[in-house]
């Protein structure tokens, strides 16, 4: 079958960092997003990784490892408004999401 | 530039009625996928559509349909309301089909079957 892993709730404080890992077992892996979604919002696309290594925009890094099937999202300097929902997805011959990982940030 | 809009924003039903609900994709994007998104459950996959033909499809019933225009707007079609079809149903659109694609959302239409 196909399954994504990641925790379903993280906390931190304001200014920490915080990783999120996600692990993959899919039939077919072209590469894995992230995804943000604030509640009662719609997801937006934080970044891809095709390829092992590291992804950084801004405050927000990606991770890939495809020998291990497995993937972070790191989240430095947090402020309030990252507290939200952050989804990985593989995408195959479709996009296969994750259930997500609740993040709250607390002053 | 206009993101993906979709219409309505809520919709209220009953078991056994049929729903459509309506994407229109970010200009240029030629490809729109659907999603259904339960509460506290990561988005599902339902359709893609590419150059108006079907170009995948999620592991959901025949209830399901979907099709795309020649403007590249999309309609989903649901029939037969069952209540576990109460979600949010997400569009999305890309400018292509695969790849390093990047989905953009639309807001969703929230959908009550009682």
Known sequence: ?????????????????????????????????????????????LSYNALDGLEETG?????????????YLLLQELQMKDSASYFCAVRDDKLIFGAGTRLAVHP | ????????????????????????????????????????????????YYEKEERGRGNFPDRFSARQFPNYSSELNVNALLLGDSALYLCASSPWTSGAETQYFGPGTRLLVL
């Open chain 1, 1 to 45: 079958g196909q399954s994504l892993e990641q925790p379903s709730e993280v906390t931190a404080v304001e200014g920490a960092i915080v990783q999120i890992n996600c692990t993959y077992q899919t039939s077919g892996f072209y590469g894995l997003s992230w995804y943000q979604q604030h509640d009662g919002g719609a997801p937006t696309f």
């Open chain 2, 1 to 48: 530039d206009a993101g993906v809009t979709q219409s309505p924003t809520h919709l209220i039903k009953t078991r056994g009625q049929q729903v459509t609900l309506r994407c229109s994709p970010i200009s240029g994007h030629k490809s729109v996928s659907w999603y259904q998104q339960v509460l506290g459950q990561g988005p599902q996959f339902i359709f893609q």
């Open chain 1, 59 to 71: 405050r927000f890094s990606s991770f890939l490892s495809r020998s291990d099937s497995y993937g």
